[in-house]
Each structure stands twice: as structure tokens, then as C-alpha cells.
């Protein structure tokens, strides 16, 4: 068959290889319960990232708002776990015994009419892909039917993120407001706080990682991942092939979106709380940057991406708190000015084809070796 | 006036940007099978013609009717999905991908989103996309990635990213810019060859290459049409020498 067999492809094969056992087995035998528990937080930003590289990298779609999807399944998930928290038994301090707490701090007497699905699980499951996919086909409808792109809609995906925190933030009585939905306990009846529990969920959370990953590279191998780059290099001439460029944008958002929501959903059962502060602007750049070092073009860049950055902060956090944030723009300038295909593009058009060269050398025929992986 | 025995038919077509009229009340009428040639100074509107009839630009007045349909309003994918094909000035074809991939992308099926996630690359693609880039002189550079190629190979990639779609009405919009004279010669060597089954509308400035290949000649001028016939007779009219050819 007529195709490349492109060296960045089989790079991206042995890259997944090591991530996944780095992850599912390096990384738990190596660290405390503690320390696994927030790479498995880490791993939750790893889905927003590896949704950005098929609307940012593949597609040129910006979107400085991912955290809006991520937060919103984060929330489903939360409002479910929430519910099983606030039992009739647990609650009966309560004015109004059997809602969650933080609405009967707010003089809120009976749960609100969008609260009452999620007392099941089923739904919430449904809920936590839906939400988002429907919000993120509302966004993306309306700015891409219309030919809205580039800049303007990164700024509008950012506004939709500060729209997002101020309505969580406003309405405390319905979303526990700036704290968040806090003081989640279990999962039908399962205790998600034990160290067991984190265990499990961390290797449920890299299972799903890892299979969102490979349905990505299914999407990035099909034709529809070809007409993705065509789109993102001269959006014209696919329209002027018969393509509908809006439906294809939509879809990959919306998948983009989905994939996030799973992310947002892993984060609340392992980290047990959801609140604004993964939602708005900030959060939402800093996915953009955990992606843009990882290399945008690369799926297992950008989980790697995002592993760094974040061992970065928390290391560099624990020392110098108030440095974190220069350090944290002045790598993002360095990446986009030294490396802009980030790590992934260094390892592919830097570092293989040098070993190759090297080894090239050692047996004494240099020209046998296939010419660098060209950019993908 | 009916405009039933015409593949392309544009009627009393204006459109004005800001005010500034780039095609005021044009009137042209393209048969099957032909190749016509509109020529014409600078900012005579030649290009927005083309823009008006694949739906890049919308009309301020008038009717575009291909085939008895009236295409005016409809979308740029609709319009190429009724059989019109558009080349661009400059060549427009996607650098990240392979010639091979270009060519696949622009075959006529699995062009909705389910259709391109469950594409099969079968034998009878591979073929017509080998066909295809023999016909444009590049079967040997299947596996490039496009933005290697020369600036001639990718003019005519994009006409052959045309070819794969097969479509009634092909309109391109200086084919030859930019090419070297052995490019220009198999350039109308293939142009040739390829309006057999097809009406073709192609602009151009080369004066040469316009003599080898026209079969009319349409003169714009200030986004109407200045003289209309065969080459001969446009250019022995006195109204095209002053504007444009005498100069």
C-alpha cells in the first residue's frame, strides 16, 4: 500500500510503548501511594492535552478553554458523588436534611430540578461525555458555520472559560461556588478515599488515558485525520474538494471536548473534589502550554508534556512558590521560540535522526539509513 | 432569454464591493465541452468571475445557472459537489501531505465526516490516483511530502487534484504563472488533454499559451465584457488593442 511508513509514526508507536509502562508500571512501584495519587491527577490534564493535539495540533484550532470541558465533566462526576454524600443520614445536622451541604448553607430547601438525574449513576456516566460534547457543539457551531477561526476563536473559547468560573462561582447554592463541590466519599457504596481505592483508580485512569490515546491515532490514521491537516493548511482548497470544513472542525472540537470531560471526570474521583479553579482562564492556558512543550503534533508528547510540567510545579512550587509562574511563561517562550514542535519534534527530527547517523556510522554504511522522518 | 442549451450560464451578474463595482452586468454563457479563456488587464474582475461562480464570493445581482440550476446562494461544497472545479492562482494544494494523500483527499466519496473515518483505501483508488498522476507527470513523486515539490508540480497537482474529482466544469485561474517554457509546453499539453470531456474556463496572461490552447476568448474589462469570439477576431478589435494588447 502506498504509504509512508514515516519514522515520526513508528517513534509514536515506541513512545507509547514506554509511556505505558512508565505509567502502569515504573511509576507504582516506584513512588508512595502519595505521589502516584498526583501523577494520577497529572494524568487527568494529560486527556485535555492529547484533545488539544487533535484540534490544535492536527486541525489549527486554538482553544484557550479547555478547561470549561474538563471542568464540566469534573462537575458531573461530582454532582453524582455529591448526592451519595449528602444521604439523608449524613445530612441530618441539616436544616433540610438529604441536599448537599453547600445548599443549605444558601437557604436552599429541595434539590434543584438539574440535581435530580444525578442521584444515577447511568446518567451522570452519560452526563459527564454529553455535557461538554453539547456545550462544546453549541461553541463550535456557531463560530465555525460561520467561518470564525484563529485568534478570534481562541479568544472566544477564553471568554467562554471566564463566563464558565463567574457562573459557578455566582450561583454557590447550586454549584458550591468558589470551594467547589467538596467532601466526596464514595462510588456506590465504595470508599474512594482509602489508599486501595487510589490505587485502583489511578490504573483505571491510565487504562481509559491509554485507550483514549489509541482512538485518537485511530482518528489521526484515518482519511479523516489527513483531511484534519488539510484543513489546517489551506482550509480552501478542502472546501473547494467537496468538504464540508465546519462539520469536520465541529466534530474534532466536540471529540476534543469529550476526551477532556473524561479527563475532568478521572480528576474528581482521584483528587475527591471539583471546584472553579480548574475551569476558567488560567488552567485552561496552562493545559494549552502542557501540550505546546509535550509537541503539539504528537500524542505521547503531550502526556509526557504534561507529566514534566507538572513534576516541574510541584517541584518547583514546594521550594519557590512564587516563582512557578515566570518559570512557567518563560518555558512556554522558550518552547514556541527554540522548539516549536516541542519535545516530540525534537526527539523525531533532532534526536533519531541523529542516532541514526550515528549508528550509521558505526557499521560504515552511511546511506543505508532511511533519510529523517519528514515532518508529519 | 432561455439558457437551457448552456452548461454555465451567468446573466446580468453585478457584485460591488464597498461600493467599487468589480463585475457590473456580465453576461456569459459557456457550452459543453468548450474551453474559453477570459483575458483582461489588471483588476478587470477576471478572477472575482470565478470566485462569483464557486460560491467564494456572493452576487450583489444577477443569475449564475449551471446545468438549469440556479447556484447562486449555495455553498462552496455544494457547488463543487454539482461538478465545478476550481484552481487557484497560486498553487493551493496541502504542504504537510504526500502528492499521493493530496490526490486521495480529493476523490469524490467518503466526503462527510463518518464516510472519512471508516475510509478504506482501496486497490481502484490507488489506481485512479496512479492514473491521475501520470497524467500530470508526477507518478514518481507519489510519496513526496508536497511542499518539496517545484513550483510547476504543484501547479499541476492541483490541476490534477481537480482531475480526480472529474468534474463538467473545470475553471483555472492562471494555470501557467510561474512556469518555466518546457513547464508551459506540457502544461497545454495537458490542458488539451484533459477538456475532452469537460467545458474548462481558464484565465491567463500569457499571450502564447492563450493562442495554443483557446477555442473563445473572452476580453473583461472593468468587470464587464470588452469583446467576445476567437482569438482572431479579438485581437484584431480595436477596442481590446486599446486596452489591453496594443499596449
Known sequence: MLNIPSKARSAEIVGFVLIAAIILILLPLALDIFRLNLIGKYLTYAFVAIGLVLCWGYTGILSLGQGVFFGLGGYCMAMFLKLEASSVANTKIQSTP???????????????????????????LIAVIMVPVIAAFILSAAMFKRRVGGVYFAIITQALAAVMTILIVGQQGYTGGINGITDLRTLLGWDIRTDFAKYVLYFVCCFTLLGCMLMCR??????????????????????????????????????????????????????????????????????????????????????????????????????????????????????????????????????????????????????????????? | MSSTDFLLALENVSVSFDGFKAVSDLNLYIDKGELRVIIGPNGAGKTTVLDLICGRTKVSSGSIKFKDQEITGRKEQEIVRLGIGRKFQTPTIYEDLTVFENLELSVPRGRDVVGALFWKRTEQIVESVRDTARMIFLENHLDQ????????????????????????????????????????????????????NRSVIVIEHDMKFVESIAHRVTVLHQGKVLAEGDMHSVQANPKVKEVYLGH
Open chain 2, 145 to 196: 511530502p508536497a511542499e518539496t515539490l517545484s513550483h510547476g508540480q504543484k501547479q499541476w497537482l492541483e490541476i490534477g487534484m481537480l482531475l480526480i474529482q472529474d468534474p463538467e466544469l473545470l475553471m483555472l485561474d492562471e494555470p501557467v504563472a510561474g512556469m518555466s517554457v518546457s513547464e508551459r509546453v506540457k502544461t497545454a499539453e495537458l490542458l488539451n488533454e484533459i477538456i475532452k
Open chain 1, 98 to 124: 438529604g441536599i448537599p451541604d453547600f445548599m443549605d448553607w444558601n437557604q436552599i430547601t429541595s434539590l434543584p430540578f438539574f440535581w435530580v438525574p444525578f442521584k444515577f449513576l447511568p446518567f451522570a
Open chain 1, 218 to 376: 485511530y482518528v489521526i490514521a484515518s482519511k479523516l485525520g489527513r483531511i484534519l491537516v488539510a484543513v489546517r493548511d489551506k482550509e480552501d482548497r478542502v472546501r473547494f474538494s467537496g468538504y464540508d470544513v465546519s462539520s469536520f472542525k465541529i466534530f474534532i472540537f466536540c471529540l476534543a471536548a469529550a476526551i477532556s470531560a473524561i479527563g475532568g471526570a478521572m480528576f474528581t474521583l482521584q483528587v475527591g473534589f471539583m471546584s472553579p479553579s480548574f475551569v476558567g482562564i488560567v488552567p485552561s492556558i496552562e493545559m494549552v502550554i502542557f501540550c505546546a512543550v509535550g509537541g503539539r503534533h504528537s500524542l505521547v508528547g503531550a502526556v509526557v508534556g504534561t507529566l514534566l510540567v507538572n513534576w516541574a510545579k510541584t517541584a518547583f512550587s514546594e521550594s519557590f512558590p512564587e516563582l512557578w509562574l515566570f518559570a512557567m511563561g518563560g518555558l512556554f517562550i522558550a518552547v514556541v521560540l527554540a522548539f516549536p514542535r516541542g519535545l516530540a519534534g525534537l526527539v523525531t527530527d533532532q534526536i533519531i535522526p541523529w542516532l541514526s547517523g550515528l549508528r550509521g556510522k558505526n557499521k560504515g554504511v552511511g546511506n543505508h539509513q532511511p533519510s529523517p522522518a519528514p515532518a508529519e
